[in-house]
DNA sequence: AGAGATATACATATGGACGG
DNA sequence: CCGTCCATATGTATATCTCT
């Protein structure tokens, strides 16, 4: 049952789906999203941006309800791309073929059609987003991050998780906490310091005590992860353009994780925001490499 | 009529609380 | 410590409404 919708219809335009998309991006780079939920930080700080850039403050609930779109056209994008060769794409991710391509795919899925004729746009950032593969997961965190989040993130993607164990700096813990056990995954991980060796004060006790400190590190938790983004956010060298160009900078398969132009290109885009902005003003993968050897000197094949 | 946006119900996953 | 319960959030399917 829609509940009055036609006063409090969302028209998405694309690119306000790229925008939130985007922005959803920034968060897991950040670290605020654990196990595909976003952190409350998260959520406040997306509905923020939207409304700040667009002069619309949406419920959480719109946003989940476009996020839940774009997934069911993502899915559609992958029914149409699965196990097949030699695709081409539009800049913006949608499927660039020909009509007889096409012709064969609305003969194999009716449903296709629509997509043939309305492509699905940013398709891009919906496989970053619900591809399950988080490319520069690990490094967005070693960058960013300052808590343990990592070993909660999901790393679907054997490589990425083998990385992100080589690649991680020493985990600066905010709070003190007891070596994870050896079954980190298991059904029952509790943040509540378990004191091992103390003598054991009463139950009740112990739980006060353990409310106590869980709701002053949750209480840290927020704060710090609030604090984080704001300086984030307000850092010239840490603006979310930059953030925006790392994370096109990862998705350029052709440029290896910290080969001599991708350190080039890291310190090049983090230098000045008109370079970022000269970077994501191509349109295409190639022409950005082409710009970031050009501008650094380095080649991708060093 | 069909597409898009949204609400709702149900299933599922996760993590904390609680009691034995 | 462990099993169970509960709260919360997501995923999916479906229905309704508006607009083109």
Known sequence: MASDPGSDTVLWSDEQTRFVLQLRIEEELKGNVKNKVLHETARKTIADKFYDTY????????????????????????RLTHNRTGLGYHPDGSIDMSDDWWEQRCKEWPGARKYKDKPVANADLMKQIFSGVHESGAEGWSAQQGENELDNMEVENDDAASEARQTNPPARHTNPEPDAPSSSNGPRVSNAPRASTVPKPSRKRRAEQAAYVMRSSLQSRDDILSH???LIESHPDLSCSQLKAMSVLHSLSSIRMWSPLYKAAYKHLREAATNRQTFLSYEDDENKI???EEETGESRYA
């Open 228 to 230: 984080k983004n704001h």
């Open 55 to 78: 002069g619309v403050r949406h419920p959480w609930i719109k946003f989940r309800n476009k996020f839940n779109s774009c997934k069911k056209q993502y899915g559609a994008m992958k």
């Open 290 to 292: 082409i710009y970031l």
